[in-house]
């Protein structure tokens, strides 16, 4: 190609690269500056080092939070957005196809609600009082679920709308698979568990690993649902690396706005996160399913 030719090009991504820049890259740099500094609500840039970084290891809350992270985002992971969202998957799937859409459509409709709605709806649904709609069934005039229960509260809440987006991309898999396999093994006397285990699950190994790597990137830096359901609470039971961020940046924590301080625990969450993809990336073998097909010619 020409000079003309790559000037096209360029010319044709030049928006998106303005946009990835502008709202992508310059953030992240600039969140990293400032997690050398001691920001706070005068907005200077007083340069302190390493020392935000130093006050991590002798923050108090910082071991329970990073305990409530680990199982808040492998507990959701492993239970709702990718084990629950596969048998969502198989079970719609193998029902009539009208039916299939129908389910899946109700179930992504909390996906579709503003996340303060589907808060709200939450609360409704914990209430401690008789009021709420778990006490009213179970017949209870008092019980805190969200201050009794924070753990499962949030892995539930979170993980109910998080199995929709596994559902989609498994159904999507699962249906794309040749008719053909499934056939053969039913003519070879598979049952229906088999034929899930023998062809289904090795056929979708793509979407399983995306699934799994995606939204672990996903959970490491989802706080909202959590902000509006438990408030990080009780007593920082619930609250997650990135909430913990948030909080300390923006919410006055311990009397003032520490810019720096939360924008350096953003930047180690970061990392994390950049270490888990090349985690998953090694693990997943994700190059080796991107390349093409090897075939032989005889």
Known sequence: MGRSAYLKIFLFLLPAILFTVIFFITPAVMTTIMGFTNMDYRFQWNFVGLYNYFKMLIDPLAPKIILTNFVYTFGTLLIFNVTFGLILAILTTSIREKNGIFFRTIWLLPRFTPPVVYGVIWLWILSPMKEGLLNSFLRYDYMPWISKFPWQVIIITNGIIGASMGMVIFASAIKSISKDYLWAARVDGATWLQEIGYIVLPMIRWPLA??????TLSLL??????????????????????????????????????????????????????????????????????????????
């Open 210 to 215: 995306f699934i799994t790597a995606y939204q």
């Open 221 to 298: 830096t989802s706080y909202e649902y959590i902000l509006l359901i438990t408030e990080g609470g009780p007593y920082f039971k619930s609250t997650v690396w990135s909430l913990y961020s948030y909080k300390v940046a923006f919410s006055s924590y311990a009397g003032t706005y520490e810019f720096g301080y939360g924008a350096a625990l953003a930047t180690i969450l970061v990392i994390v996160g950049i270490i888990a993809s090349i985690f998953y990336w090694r693990i997943f073998k994700f190059k080796e399913m991107m390349e093409e097909p090897k075939i032989e010619i005889v």
